[in-house]
């Protein structure tokens, strides 16, 4: 383009008249040139505009879901404390449920201990009260 333009003006040099109508061209020329630039540059601007606003709606829907993640992951957060609370609590009450079971064992090995005691002298009643029944049973019946 700059070739031709440096032709022209070689040209005009050469006739003022002609070189008068060649500068009004290419004038005009630059002219329809800039607009179009412009007309350019406006698409252009306006594609730019478009994408930024469709980032913004994108970043927007993206900054909502973050949220929605973050209220789920405090939601998460909070059911899980509960049931770590609720576990420790079901802790105690099995700790304490042991604890009365190892009560409860000593107190049946005491109860058996006194049965078995109770069982021996028992023995020993039965076989005094046989001897005793014999010792009367010689002394009725003499041989």
Do not use: C, F, W
């Not at 040139?33 to 478009?50: G, L, S, T, V, Y």
């Not at 609370?85 to 304490?96: G, R, T």
């Not at 604890?99 to 109860?111: L, T």
């Amino acid at each position: 383009m700059k070739l031709i333009t440096i032709a022209a003006l070689a040209a005009l040099s050469a006739s003022p008249a002609l070189a008068g109508t060649i500068a009004e061209e290419q004038s005009k020329a630059d002219l329809h040139q800039a607009r179009a630039d412009a007309a350019r540059a406006q698409i252009q601007k306006e594609d730019a505009e478009a994408q930024a606003d469709a980032a913004l709606g994108n970043a927007g829907s993206a900054q909502a879901e973050a949220d929605n993640a973050q209220a789920d992951a405090e939601s998460a957060k909070l059911q899980a404390q509960a049931a770590q609370s609720a576990a420790a609590n079901l802790q105690e009450k099995a700790d304490a449920a042991q604890q009365d079971a190892a009560v409860s064992q000593s107190q049946a090995a005491n109860a058996q201990a006194r049965a078995d005691a109770a069982t021996v002298e028992r023995e020993q009643a039965l076989a005094r009260a046989h001897a005793a029944r014999e010792g009367i049973e010689d002394s009725k019946y003499p041989q």
